[in-house]
T-cell receptor, first 114, second 111 residues
Framework: DGGITQSPKYLFRKEGQNVTLSCEQNLNHDAMYWYRQDPGQGLRLIYYSQIVNDFQKGDIAEGYSVSREKKESFPLTVTSAQKNPTAFYLC?????????????FGEGSWLTVV | EDKVVQSPLSLVVHEGDTVTLNCSYEVTNFRSLLWYKQEKKAPTFLFMLTSSGIEKKSGRLSSILDKKELFSILNITATQTGDSAVYLCAVDARRAQKLVFGQGTRLTINP
């Protein structure tokens, strides 16, 4: 089945450690995105990529890094520089930036820093 | 700066009630407004609105856009416990090349 796969679904991290969240899509989409969601807040854009080997900072990129070496993959690294990393992270993809209702979301990854 | 504001942030009603969720926006080069429902994980698409005054309906849900006053409403009639979710409003601004989301409205339907 076509879709977006995020892993892991749940992750615990000690303070000071980097962690990488995986996002893979087999929809042949050019554009991919990472959003963060905190309680009481909507989705905030961390990074997005319009095409392979290119990515742009979103609204809250500090403390995060990404890569886009392959069309189907857009991993997100939460570095130790991110002050409040505990959150729900959503990966998404679309044909381009932007096709409105044709954005597809993954199931999300819960990151907890202990 | 592009901005999307939803209200209320939280709403608790009884099954069978009708609810109205609000979304106002300030964006440059508006292209469309979208509503999503998020139950536990991935948001699922509900509506995309591009033109003022044209109501979109899907079962008990309906939505309309007012481009002059820069807002949209999402109505749910005869609510059911399965409607309990966070409802997200997002605006597609042509210049921004990304969706701008509101904070979401957490809707709880009590039996």
């Amino acid at each position: 089945d076509g879709g977006i796969t995020q892993s892991p679904k749940y992750l615990f991290r000690k303070e000071g450690q980097n962690v990488t969240l995986s996002c893979e899509q087999n929809l042949n989409h050019d554009a991919m995105y990472w959003y963060r969601q905190d309680p009481g807040q909507g989705l905030r854009l961390i990074y997005y990529s319009q095409i392979v080997n290119d990515f742009q900072k979103g609204d809250i990129a500090e403390g995060y890094s990404v890569s886009r070496e392959k069309k189907e993959s857009f991993p997100l690294t939460v570095t130790s520089a991110q002050k409040n990393p505990t959150a729900f992270y959503l990966c998404a993809s679309s044909w381009d930036t932007f096709s409105g209702n044709t954005i597809y979301f993954g199931e999300g990854s819960w990151l907890t820093v202990v | 700066e592009d901005k999307v504001v939803q209200s209320p942030l939280s709403l608790v009603v009884h099954e069978g009630d009708t609810v109205t969720l609000n979304c106002s926006y300030e964006v440059t080069n508006f292209r469309s407004l979208l509503w999503y429902k998020q139950e536990k994980k991935a948001p699922t698409f509900l509506f995309m609105l591009t033109s003022s005054g044209i109501e979109k309906k899907s079962g008990r849900l309906s939505s309309i856009l007012d481009k002059k006053e820069l807002f949209s409403i999402l109505n749910i009639t005869a609510t059911q416990t399965g409607d309990s979710a966070v409802y997200l409003c997002a605006v597609d601004a042509r210049r921004a090349q990304k969706l701008v989301f509101g904070q979401g409205t957490r809707l709880t339907i009590n039996p």
